[in-house]
């Protein structure tokens, strides 16, 4: 349970960083405080851990014979993917957050998993 909230908080994070960054991301509309900002942030975190969890290993198993070709360079276009398919479930869900398009997904996404794997080293898991 602790490692699921501490992988939560830090795809929160991580999340929350890329809609800093990347113009094409958008958290909240603007007005929010940044408690609204936070809930929706971690609201946005767990549609992303369901979506990653679920739906992530069926595309990669079925685009396999891509991972082979492209030499695992297809990875980045299937997180890009995840993180497009987050804002569609976040949209049905009323939740504040939308990816406007594939380039921004695939720069949120390079920035996602970095400052993951970044914070994932700093922080152990035990």
Avoid: E, R, Y
């Amino acid at each position: 349970m602790k490692g699921f909230v501490l992988k939560t908080l830090i795809n929160a994070a991580a999340i929350w960083v890329a809609a800093w960054i990347v113009t094409g991301i958008q958290l909240t509309d603007g007005t929010a405080d940044w408690q609204h900002k936070t809930l929706t942030v971690i609201a946005v975190a767990l549609v992303f851990g369901v979506v990653n969890f679920l739906i992530k290993p069926l595309v990669k198993l079925f685009s396999f014979p891509l991972f082979i070709l492209t030499l695992g360079l297809i990875t980045f276009v299937i997180n890009a993917l995840m993180l497009w398919l987050t804002s569609w479930a976040s949209g049905k869900l009323n939740l504040d957050f939308h990816v406007d398009g594939f380039i921004p997904a695939l720069l949120g996404s390079l920035i996602i998993s970095l400052v993951a794997w970044g914070l994932h080293l700093a922080l152990d898991d035990d």
